[in-house]
């Protein structure tokens, strides 16, 4: 059975950073599109950033303060945050699509979930 599990999360204040890891060793970076996803309380799951073989897009995140990225060696998938606010507080999940799959901003794209990191930034 496949885990993900992210590692990374606390308590910051804000303007803080923090860096989100998942392991993915099993996962080729060519057939699968990665990505992470966050869920703030009494809201939706959104996409905060994915990645696969053009590179890292942010699909529906004004994005400049994370940055989406892996690491082929140590086969890990990262997300590095700056500038942290405290509408940034949620709980923080790593996602693997299906083989194949061109994008994987949609919930249904995701095959594989990791247990969620909950980031909490203070004012």
């Known amino acids: 059975q496949v885990q993900l599990v992210e590692s990374g999360g606390g308590s910051v204040q804000r303007g803080g950073s923090l860096r989100l890891s998942c392991p993915v060793s099993?996962?080729?970076?060519?057939?699968?599109?990665m990505a992470w996803f966050r869920q703030a309380p009494g809201k939706e799951r959104e996409v905060v950033a994915t990645i696969y073989r053009n590179g890292p897009d942010y699909p529906s995140f004004r994005n400049d303060r994370f940055t989406i990225s892996r690491d082929i060696a140590e086969n890990t998938l990262y997300l590095q945050m700056n500038s942290l606010e405290p509408e940034d507080t949620a709980m923080y999940y790593c996602a693997v699509a299906y083989p194949y799959q061109t994008q994987c901003f949609l919930e249904t794209d995701i095959q594989y979930w990791g247990q969620g990191t909950q980031v909490t930034v203070s004012s």
């Open positions: 099993g996962f080729n970076y060519n057939v699968h599109c």
